[in-house]
Every structure is written in C-alpha cells, then in structure tokens.
C-alpha cells in the first residue's frame, strides 16, 4: 500500500512539474512570438497574457490583441483570443476567437462578428510536426464595414488535410451556407432584380500539390502552389446552378495554365452580373448573349451553358471570349 500511495505521489509530482514547465514555455514562446513581430515595425500588442488549465490542459489566453501595419493601414483587433491544447497531445490545438473582431484595411474598417468562430490545428507528433489537418468553421457570422457593407453567411467551414502517401498534397473543403451578399452589391449586379438575396449553398472540393510541405520550417521552405485539381464546386443561387472541375498548374513561365469546365443552368439571369461586374462590356452583351446561346443548344438544353475556362501561353478565356493575362502562380522555371 506503501509502494502503491509512493508512485501515486511521484506521479502526481512529476506530471505537476510537467506542467508548470509547459506552461512557463509556453508563456514565455508567446511573449517572445510578440516582441519578435513587432520587431521589424509593426504594431503587435496585448494587455495580458495567462495559461490556465492545470492538470490535463494548456489554455492559452491573450487579451487586448492588436496588430497593425502602419506602411499598409492593415491591421487586427480582438478583446481576446485562446488557444487550448490537451496536455498529453500537444500538437492538437484548439483556437478561439471572440464574437467580435476588427480588421482594418486601407480606408476602412470591417466589424466581425460571429457565433462559434473557431479552428482546429493537428500535426502528426514527428520533429518537422507537418500539417495533418485544419479546419475553420463559425455558426453565424457577418462583416460589416466603415464603408456602409455588410456581407453575412448563416455557416462556414473551411479545411486543409495532407493526403496520405502523396508528399506536399492537401485536401481543401470549404461549405458555405446562407451567404447574403450585400444589398447594394445586388442592386450592382441586377439593377433589375432577379437575384435572390441568398446564396443558399456554396462547396468546394480540390487538391492542391505546393512545392513544399506545410510544416514548423514553412517560413523558411515558402511552399507556393505547384497544382490544383478542382474535383468539385457547385454553387446554388435562386435558380442559378453552377458547377465545375478541372485543373491549372504554372507553365514554365509561371503563368496558370490548364482548363476548368463550368456548367450553368439557367445561365441568362448571369448575363447581367457578367456586364454589372465589367466582365462584359455593355455594348457587346447582346452579341456575346447570342454566342452563349449557340453554345449552349450544344448541351442539348438551351438553359444549361457548357463552357471551359482556358489558361493557355499566359492568357485566360472563358469559352470564346478573351479575359486577359493569366494569374502567376509561381515564378518563371525556363
């Protein structure tokens, strides 16, 4: 009974000892993280910072974050912001951030709020810790800014997760539900009506390879995107229906190249967003409208347009008609 009581205190001591000296890293990390960011002439500050949650946790939490770029006018501000990790599993955290944030961008600034807003953050427990999974996800949420905007979303889940057996590949998710783009922004896009005031869904599946893994040296590596494999988007908008999938990956001059096919259904209601958001310009719409419907008879349904988004030499196409220089991915290879 001795013995048994002896190793219940040696226990107790050494997993207490385990955790004052995590914790005290811990603080100490977060602190040094603080002043190392502010260091090259940002603002990076907080009014506190404490870890609680002895035995079994690390909760981290800091108050009074602020962030700020002067040179930029970008910048971040929340009451406080957590982050919780079980004491035996370290690599698996937990953040929270509070129902109310500010981000500041040049000329404005956009009020957060949200219900839930969250993230989880696991690496495998190996010395690099590369990235195993992450994920974003907040019940209801809406931006509000300085300007008179608001855009809002009923929920949101964004992830990343490496693909097992296929070095520097991730996993990307994202699911949106209930996205209310701002008033006015309708009214730009469909002087006329006709749009709804709610995306009821919008999801995302794609693969992305970088050029290096999303690790503890990512600083170091900078992984940039090698390629992406859209397997599948759909977007539902009142009776607008979009899908696609395809791939791009940089040329050797490190322009987009490949090809993503959309299929639209009931595609004549876009015709005013393209001409309202300038992909189109106002003069050439009935003759572009008229192309579209060629294409799409080609379907065999006149209300459902087939048509390729081409990346080819540095320059991009939706179907037959030209939209510019290509975006870079990475810089020139050749």
């Given at each position: ?6 190793l219940?205190v ?9 955790w ?52 930029s ?7 406080f ?26 000329g ?6 949200s219900?839930?807003?969250r ?22 949420l ?78 170091d ?14 977007v ?12 791009i ?5 490190g ?27 106002p ?7 008229t192309?579209l ?39 020139p290879?050749?």
């Open positions: 009974m001795r013995k048994l009581l002896f219940l040696t226990l107790t001591v050494l997993w207490s000892g385990y004052f000296v995590g914790s005290s890293v811990i603080r100490s990390a977060a602190a040094n993280w603080f002043a190392a960011q502010a260091a090259p002439g940002l603002t990076a500050e907080h009014s506190s910072l404490a870890v609680a949650g002895f035995p079994n946790r690390f909760d981290l939490t800091v108050e009074g974050v602020r962030f700020a770029d002067p040179a006018g970008i910048g971040w501000e929340a009451p912001a957590q982050i919780f990790a079980m004491t035996w599993k370290p690599w698996h955290i937990i953040a929270a951030l509070p129902p109310s944030q500010v981000v500041s961008l040049p404005q600034e956009v009020t957060i709020t219900e839930g807003l993230a989880s953050v696991r690496a495998r427990p190996v010395g690099s810790l590369p990235l195993a999974m992450a994920i974003v996800e907040s019940g209801p809406a931006a509000t800014s300085s300007l008179g905007w608001t855009h809002a979303a009923e929920t949101a889940v964004l992830s990343l997760g490496e693909v097992n057996g296929t070095p520097n590949t991730y996993d990307v998710a994202a699911d949106i539900a209930g996205l209310a783009p701002d008033a006015a922004l309708l009214l730009l896009l469909a002087p006329e009506g006709g749009l709804p005031p709610m995306i009821s869904e919008i999801r995302l599946r794609a693969n992305a390879t970088l050029t290096a893994p999303l690790d503890r040296h990512a600083g590596t900078n992984p940039r995107l090698a390629a992406v494999k859209l397997t599948e988007m759909a539902t908008w009142g009776e607008i229906a979009l899908t696609a999938e395809g791939g990956a940089p040329d050797d001059k322009f987009a190249a490949g090809r993503i096919n959309f299929t639209v259904t009931n595609w004549r209601t876009v015709m005013p967003i393209l001409v309202a958001s300038g992909t189109v310009r003069q050439l719409a009935r003759t572009v409208e192309m419907e060629g294409l799409a008879k080609q379907s065999g349904d006149p209300e459902v347009l087939k048509i390729p988004l081409t990346m080819q030499d540095g320059w991009m196409s939706l179907g037959p008609l030209p939209l510019g220089p290509a975006p870079v991915l990475m810089p290879t050749g």
